[in-house]
């Protein structure tokens, strides 16, 4: 068999890795045999042997256990034992059985599966039979050479050695790993490309390289062949475990890591373990019941104490028994015994069982929004995903989102939108991506039963481009020249720089990626298997029919350039390949390269070829052209941009293709321009166009390009080889060496790609922020663009106002905090004045009046850098005021790390529970600090969900996640915990009151068996099924009305006085289910237990239909369960008491239940007790529920009305709702739009800073401060217009007039129509008004009407709707007028104190949003 | 692409969800989505009622109760109040008690104090008559004290017979000889004998008072049995035991009837059921109906002879002799009825409450919440 060896150096961190088929050598176990991982999967975690042990040591890690253990085991002392010791060990191995049972089945299918996987197979060479043979992957060994064929999974991380493919190259899927589905390009080891045929027995080389770690991105070493020649090794030559082979026939490698040791495995953490808000706040209350638990006892050591002293020494009473050896105690000591006896008898208490249940309780809720058909997106096939089984009910008390943006809030799909080729701008008018009629369409597939395959749908907006005509023409005009001047050998300078520029951006846009082609004759396919339990795989598309008649089109249409085309450099073109060949499909590691490279194509402008050191590009008239690719200069996130060198075949100069951001890039051009005049004004025209792309919410990028002479380029090698050989430090390398070759530019042009905002976003924006969420955007991309899409999502509103903090230094920062913080607490205070008012117009949540510490209509924007200002401990609180006061914050341009640092201060500044949402790896940081982390399962990879708590297809399932579920959730489990509690201390109790009765000896009446099972079995299945499945308000009602998941923000359900409260009720319900059997059967014949019998089954029944009062919902399951309990009890009772008349002893129950049950006494008593007990809770609750009805009662009530009246009513609540996005609407997708805010640029542009201008009315409130560049100083920042909406009344533009005349009947329209029929719909209101103004009065209180209760307040005095609606409008406008005039004077001191730097800043290019 | 279309040639291959987006990539007919079943269960939509608590759906729950509960009060306080009850404390903790000679005597002593009471019976027991003795401040629930026997030596097992459970203690053995019966419950049982005479123009008849026929039935057929062996003789079989320390006779010794003699006598089984309150009777003897044509006990004088044993004092207890008629509900017990009829008033004016907040303001619930 073949021997892998292997030697550890010591010092050094590598691993040596040799071919495991050279002869063993002398030294085979000389060689430390440490432990090196094999191929065999080992996830779990005990083997039969160390089970028990194994996993007792875990349960004892939960201090409940060991304190029941304790318990457990007193009762094995004589002297204090209340139980018969074992009995009284029965519920701890219950539950500890329990427990191991589940840890047995969860380590059962992880064998399963394990094995599942080590048993899958793989070809191995074998060094006796000469060939590669079948082994299983558990035998897989380091060193060992693997050969794999197309589609088979990778079983270990495998160095590449050789592959089918001509260029040494080879196509990996990831999607197992990451969740990417993009194709990968692997490289053979350098050296092993020009072997003809790889024999793995001729392989004699040593191969140094990392320990195993995690980085899947990163691996070093290098091979040391026999010669001495070393060989680097790069993340490229790896074949990561998990993956699938693509695209590539065979492959062979060398095993490098096994096992446990790949890079898959060590990414593996498996599920986190959260603390939730409610069992934090449970545990507390553990503590409590503790501490009742040591009063109770040291009372009852007290009174014992003091009932046995009272019999003094010498008349000891006969009933006294003394101890055995015949000596009676002393007080102090029975006292001292008692304790540690009533401890074991009042320590059901402490709730045994609730850490148990409650896991059951949480798995079955995972469960149930497993099931969600709601949640399940149907486009890819993916559901919610929990990973963390223990935080669900902290989904309901949610109070901040902090979410990513692009691919979160919107598809991460891009769609090229617009270009601008050397300062002109190529509109694309015809891509608008029009929603409604796309959606018609799918709904006209859905109809016909065409199988519509979804993603095929998706990438139909990705490819589909419609060129823009003129562009089209000059690229064919372009391409005709170019023709022409090949076939006359004219030099390519005489083109116009014009078409020149035209012609290198589209070779820019199809070349400077790293867009891998594959031909749908190399289908791309899922593994069958489900590689990696917590795995996603993301289905991807396969179609290609849709497409191919619109191919035979095109391929007509190239077979017809090509019979004019002459002399290309035919590598391959599409003419040779019939039909059946299909089109190509480009795989791209982000969505942007693939939307520029399909741009490309619409052009004409095909790439149709990539090899590594390869292009092909398929050009309309001149056929297909190579590239050499001489380097590819990768994206980084610091660079912002990446480049390819090439040379070009057309001119044979060596050419360098940058794309990047255009912050950067604009940067890096030319700093003197040969062309003079015209270059700038192309520069700055492009400029326009690209903050006009960022306006539109495009994301934009810059295409440049530097032709570099053959020094130029040989000096830049030179060093750059250098860079990429160094093992040490090459990332630096190759990042000093990619800014040397990035420079001098000559810019070509910038595109535009819309990233489209996601289904049903402003819908669950709105509605997360009805529900009382705080919605913190934090995104990476630029503002423009960041607040755009804020715009589009409803995050930001047209009325609202913006603060906008852009800060270069952390003084500007301080002082504009300061002002900001002003600014708004002035607001707040006169905001106070006209309240009522305000209410009226601005508050439309009919359910809770706005709160008056929140603006609801303020919002802050602030950049990366001011942010990490506003991060920095003196300032955090300030900058924590500010945005607490706002209704929405958008963070642009920050790092991953600086998200994660706001979650962090939000969460422990605040106290907040704090939810983050995100796709991608950069926001796996913010996801892994925050309360809840929800991981978007997306294009991005799978990084953030791995991180994640829950995964969600869509950002739209947070609203039914948090609203339905979550709500749920936290309601159930803070409903079951309270009972827990209270069913605990009303049992406990009744056994205190006895102690009264029984000179506090600790005796029970209540038999044994009754006490130690009664938590367990008897009553403990209806609380588990009302704590799956009770549902306090209808799903409907909770998605219709997202105000009611405030209660779970606000602790209703669960708050502290609610403990004292329910201990208070367990008193009195104990108080009595003692005492009426107490007196029934005072002075009787009756025995303690023919006594204590009828309390039990008087505290069940209690107990069960004190859950019936709280169960909100009753399905079959929740009466079969009640019912069931109840006739278990009976049924154990009889069996029990029947059983044996001389076992149980003391309490000996023979024929207990039996007589009972012949008893109508018993029947009495059991009748009216829990009537008495539970009649306070149930008045108390009907009078509640009646005079001042929480917002779920009355959501419940909402629920009982017939759906007719309940829409009519729903769409009374939110009529005002709808008229803002119908307002919204018209002003973000109006076509005057762009004009207008273009319009808007150019006047601040011209430096025209008035504070009222006109065109910057889209907010309220704008507050721009730009600190100064040059010099650093304090009072550098400035404002620049405080501007009121609805003060434009001296519009300047006929758009802006109309808009805001729109804006303004919309307005009108929205109050009549919410105050119209709100009269209307109380038709008693006219008459009550006058005549009972208490009523009226008591109305208003109760939060539903409290709205409705203003209106009628204020409607007696304002005659008539218009008056009324206008003078609120005035009422407002005089609010802002305060304000805009202090904010006015600031800017007047400010422009006194730095008229000069004002100056400055006026010139400074970005000045507005 | 065989695979990719083979998914595209069949239509069908994803037809097994209904409008649902049949997702590609999955090949073949086999198409599994991970579509989670729209099941009533699963999607939490089971028919359901849900109440609503408010005073309007309340309302009937109330005046139900009410209705209900004040018959039974009435019925349960007639019961209770036709129940005859007459009770005599024969402590003797007051000087004029001719027990209060006896008010402290031991266990042991001999001759028995005795004393004689004459009471009067104002009204006539009609039907059977149970007399009682009552105990107060007698804690037969200690929790020590529960413990302190040997059930299965009561259950007649020879070996236990000779060789007590070690609950017993310190009542199991007796000078290295086993106790039988063994424990403080058996040790303390009760030993004070009533014997009731009416008093008919000074001449004492003696009223036939019934000792067997107190005690459960299953305690006394099953729990409880002598021990086995060769014959009946009980002294036989008890051999090797002793006495409880306070008897002043061994157990085979308690009746002179064999078949209510040694553990199943039925004063000891009614003593070994220990009471749940430290207030508690217990059944002494019954006295039959002799006919139709006569009352239990007429009304008149009747005297109590006690042999006064039992001593209390020294604890506080107090040592009461009951006689009390019984009926279908058991003895005399005004509590229960007036707690029906007292919970039923109070929940029928809760309902006439809810009933006016309803009327007031209930109609917010169902015309407000729906304005039109």
Known sequence: PPRRRRRKKKESKTRLVRSSLLLPEAEPEKSKRTVLACNRLKTTKYTALSFLPKNLFEQFHRLANVYFVFIALLNFVPAVNAFQPELALAPVLFILAVTAIKDLWEDYSRYLSDKEINHMECLVYSRNEKKYISRYWKEVKVGDFVQLRCNEIIPADILLLSSSDPDGLCHIETANLDGETNLKQRQVVRKFLELVKFDPLKFTSVIECEKPNNDLSRFRGYIIHKSGKKDGLFKENLLLRGCTIRNTEEVAGIVIYAGHETKALLNNNGPRYKRSKLERQMNADVLWCVLILLIMCLFSAIGHGLWVWQYGEKKKPIFDVPGPDGK???????????????????????????????????????????????????????????????????????????????????????????????????????????????????????????????????????????????????????AKHLEVMRSHDQPLSHLSPELCDVFDFFIALTICNTVVVTAPNQPRQKAEKIFFKFGLSVLSSTSTDSTLLKLEEKLAYSAQMNNNGYGSQQGRTAVGSAPGEGELRYEAESPDEAALVYAARAYNCSLVGRLSDQVSVELPHLGTLSFEVLHTLGFDSIRKRMSVVVRHPLTDEINVYTKGADSVVMDLLLPYDPRGKHQKKIRSKTQNYLNLYAVDGLRTLCIAKRVLSKEEYGCWLKTHLEAESSIENREELLFQSALRIEKNLHLLGATGIEDRLQDGVPETIASLRKAGLQIWVLTGDKQETAVNIAYACKLLDHDEEIITLNAESPETCAVLLEQCLQCVESKFSSNTIDEATGNMTIGFTPFYPPPSSVLSSLGLVIDGRTLAYALEPTLEDKFLALAKRCRSVLCCRSTPLQKSMVVKLVRDKLKAMTLAIGDGANDVSMIQVADVGVGISGQEGMQAVMASDFAIPRFRHLEKLL????????????????????????????????????????????????????????????????????????????????????????????????????????????????????????????????????????????????????????????????????????????????????????????????????????????????????????????????????????????????????????????????????????????????????????????????????????????????????????????????????????????????????????RCGTSEVESLPLGAAFPWSSAVEQADFSLLKWITSTPLFSHVGTVLQVSPSSLQNETQDSMCVLGSSLDFKGLKEQSSNNLEEKMKGTPTDHCKNDNSETTFL | GKKNYKADGHPSGGVGVPGGGAVGGGGGGAVKTRKPDNTAFKQQRLPAWQPILTAGTVLPAFFIIGLIFIPIGIGIFVTSNNIREYEIDYTGTEPSSPCNKCLN???????????????????????????????SNFYQNHRRYVKSRDDSQLNGDNSSLLNPSKECEPYRTNEDKPIAPCGAIANSMFNDTLELYRIDNDTRTPITLIKKGIAWWTDKNVKFRNPTGDGNNLTALFQGTTKPVNWPKPVYMLDSEPDNNGFINEDFIVWMRTAALPTFRKLYRLIERKNNLQPTLQAGKYSLDIAYNYPVHSFDGRKRMILSTISWMGGKNPFLGIAYITVGSICFFLGVVLLIIHHKYGNRNTSADIPN
């Not at chain 1, 015994?337 to 401890?343: E, K």
């Not at chain 1, 901040?400 to 701008?425: A, H, P, Q, W, Y």
């Not at chain 1, 993603?455 to 990705?462: G, H, I, K, M």
């Open chain 1, 963 to 1306: 609203l339905v579920h979550g709500h749920w959730c936290y309601s159930r489990l803070a409903n079951m915990v309270l009972y827990f509690f209270y069913k605990n201390a009303m049992f406990v109790a009744l056994l205190f009151w006895y102690q009264f009765y029984c000179g506090f000896s600790g005796s029970s009446m209540i038999d044994q068996w009754y006490l130690i099972f009664f938590n367990l079995f008897f009553s403990s299945l209806p609380q588990l099924i009302t704590g799956v499945l009770d549902k306090d308000v209808p799903a409907e009602v909770l998605i219709a009305v997202p105000q009611l998941y405030k209660s779970g923000q606000n602790m209703e359900e669960y708050q502290p006085h609610m403990f004292w409260m329910n201990m208070i009720d367990a008193m009195y319900q104990s108080l009595v289910c003692f005492f009426i059997p107490y007196f029934t059967y005072y002075d009787s014949e009756v025995d303690i237990f023919s006594w204590g019998t009828p309390i039990t089954t008087i505290a069940l029944f209690t107990i069960i239909l004190h859950l019936a009062i709280e169960t909100k919902t009753w399905t079959f399951l929740h009466w079969s369960s009640c019912i069931f309990s109840i006739v278990l009890f009976f049924f154990v009772a009889l069996v029990y008491n029947a059983s044996c008349p001389v076992c149980h002893p003391p309490s000996n129950p023979y024929w207990t239940m039996e007589r009972l049950m012949g008893d109508p006494m018993f029947y009495f008593t059991c009748i009216i007790s829990p009537v008495v007990a539970l009649l306070p809770r149930y008045c108390i609750l009907t009078l509640q529920g009646t005079l001042f009805p929480t917002q779920l009662q009355l959501g419940r009530q909402l629920s009982k009305l017939s759906p007719e009246t309940r829409t009519q009513l729903l769409t009374k609540l939110n009529v005002k709702d709808t008229a803002c996005q119908t307002r919204l609407f018209t002003d973000s997708f109006s076509p005057s739009l762009g004009s207008n805010a273009s319009d808007g640029y150019k006047a601040n542009n011209q430096s025209t800073p008035l504070p009222a201008s006109p065109q910057t009315g889209e907010s309220l409130f704008r507050e721009h401060t730009k600190a100064e560049h040059k010099t650093d100083q304090t009072a550098a920042a400035s404002h620049q217009g405080a501007v009121l909406h609805e003060e434009n009344k001296l519009p300047t533009s006929a758009s802006s007039l109309e808009r805001s005349v729109g804006f303004h009947e919309v």
């Open chain 1, 328 to 478: 009676y105690l002393s007080p102090v000591l029975a006292s001292v015994y008692l304790f540690l006896t009533v401890i074991i008898v009042f320590q059901v208490l402490i709730p045994i069982s609730l850490y148990v249940s409650i896991e059951i309780v949480k798995i079955c809720q995972v469960y149930f929004i497993h099931q969600d058909k709601d949640l399940y997106d149907e486009e890819t096939d993916s559901q919610l995903q929990c990973r963390a089984l223990n935080i669900t009910e902290d989904l309901g008390q949610v109070q901040f989102i902090f979410s990513d943006k692009t691919g979160t809030l919107t598809e991460n799909k891009m769609v090229f939108r617009r270009c601008t080729v050397s300062g002109t701008e190529y509109s694309h008018d015809d891509n608008v991506w029009d929603g409604i009629s796309w959606r018609y369409y799918r709904v006209l597939l859905m109809g016909t039963g065409m199988q519509k395959l979804s993603t095929e749908e998706e990438s139909r907006n990705e490819k589909d481009i419609t060129p823009d005509p003129r562009l089209l023409e000059k690229v064919n005009e372009c």
């Open chain 2, 105 to 135: 005597v031991s266990w042991d002593s001999t001759p028995p104090c005795t004393c004689t009471i004459n009471f009067t019976l104002e009204h006539s027991f009609e039907s059977n008559v149970f007399m009682y003795y009552g105990l």
